[in-house]
């Protein structure tokens, strides 16, 4: 593993930069709000319980490699029904999930620092799976958007991780090298495979200690929080 020459450092968004199980709490908890006709019959942890499933199987979905036009509203028809909501409101939800979900304040511990800190000695850049719509307002929300040298979106690019050819469109956008960028992200499968198979260094935030799913391709570095990061990159910061 060659863990020298970094001259940028690549970031996964959700779960990431930003901590996307509690935004989806947040959101869940605005909508409800904002929408009292409908939700105001039931508890807030049923609601919250229905919102979380049916988001899981369409992120499961969505993984798959699935279509990502109208998933939102697919998301939202299965949320409704799993309360017993008729589907009529499902325009209305959806709505209040695009317009209120990237303004959620959610960043991961650390997130906003480590960029900052990391954008005085690398290049840094993003590449996400996730909709245009709410992933640059994510970032533009946490302070950072202008900080990143290059952001890659799947849905845009028209390539998802862990294709290794969304890795070095970033690369290329930087005008580095594939070995000279750091991956980092939370997802083994997504990100430290994608990234070492297009050629760079990967670095897995792994919080939960969890094993990894392939033994053959390992990551760099590993590390528990995203503020071990600055410390551990400091040997090799570009002189």
Not at 36 to 56: G, R, T, V
Not at 165 to 191: R, T, W
Request: one cysteine or more; glycine letters at 6%; charged letters at 25%.
């Amino acid at each position: 593993m060659m863990k020298n020459n970094i001259k940028a450092v690549l970031f996964d968004v959700d779960d990431t930069l930003f901590d996307r199980k509690l935004a989806q709490k947040k959101v869940c908890i605005l909508i409800a709000k904002q929408l009292p006709h409908i939700f105001d019959a039931f508890e807030s942890e049923h609601i919250l319980e229905a919102f979380l499933k049916s988001d899981q199987i369409s992120t499961d979905i969505f993984n798959s490699g699935a279509p990502s036009e109208g998933l939102r509203d697919k998301r939202n028809s299965l949320f409704l029904q799993l309360l017993g909501i008729h589907e009529n409101y499902v325009p209305a939800v959806t709505g209040l999930y695009v317009q209120d979900y990237p303004l959620v304040n959610a960043p991961v511990d650390g997130a906003i620092s480590v960029v900052k800190k990391l954008s005085v000695k690398f290049k840094v850049g993003v590449v996400s799976n996730g909709f245009p719509d709410v992933q640059y307002r994510k970032l533009e929300n946490m302070g950072f958007y202008d900080l990143f040298s290059c952001i890659v979106l799947s849905e845009v690019f028209g390539v998802r991780k862990p294709n290794p050819v969304i890795f070095q469109k970033a690369a290329s956008l930087i005008h580095m090298k594939p070995a000279e960028c750091l991956y980092v992200g939370d997802s083994y499968a997504n990100d430290v495979i994608g990234a070492k198979n297009a050629g760079m260094q990967a670095c897995w935030l792994n919080p939960e200690s969890l094993k990894p799913q392939n033994e053959t391709i390992k990551a760099d570095f590993i590390i528990s929080k995203l503020e071990e990061l600055p410390r551990l990159l400091r040997k090799y910061e570009p002189t």
